[in-house]
């Protein structure tokens, strides 16, 4: 039998390790999300404009590094919910500007304790999750299509 390790082992495989830890990630926010009334992919967009506002959907996307096909939906149902604003930008009716209405602004209070409770929930401290982000950045600029 050979000392080197199997390279088709599934417990040898980063794919499948990222995928599960993604899965729990974000499975440990769910629980902290549902009573602000947001899914995960919301919180993201909510994150983003609670940094800067307003911002124009490309942009957005672009911030999430999501489709705009897949944004969409998400500002709709954020929209219907009272937490943002979607307008045609005054000058440029192409650009569709993404606004925080002060329910949106207020929720930015109720959502500081979760990632508290998420390090809590990891059992990791800040440093091991500082060092994790920072590789799982480095991979993430890995695997972007170069222009």
């Not at 404009?49 to 911002?55: A, K, T």
């Not at 959502?111 to 500082?130: C, K, N, Q, Y």
Request: glycine share 6%; net charge negative.
């Amino acid at each position: 039998m050979s000392d080197e390790p199997d390279l088709l082992a599934l417990e040898n495989q980063v794919c499948f390790a990222l995928a599960v830890a993604a899965r729990g990630v974000i499975g440990a926010y769910r629980p902290l999300l549902e009573p602000l009334g947001l899914t995960h992919p919301q919180y993201l967009v909510m994150l983003s404009l609670w940094g800067i506002e307003p911002q124009s959907q490309r942009d957005l996307a672009r911030a999430l590094q999501l489709d705009p096909a897949t944004l969409s939906p998400l500002l709709k149902r954020l929209e219907s919910q009272g937490y943002v604003d979607r307008s045609r930008r005054v000058g440029d009716e192409r650009t569709l500007d993404i606004r925080l209405t002060p329910e949106g602004r207020a929720l930015r209070e109720q959502a500081l304790g979760i990632p508290p409770a998420v390090v809590e929930r990891l059992g990791m401290s800040i440093d091991e999750l500082t060092e994790l982000r920072e590789s799982l950045g480095r991979v993430i600029e890995a695997v972007q299509p170069t222009s």
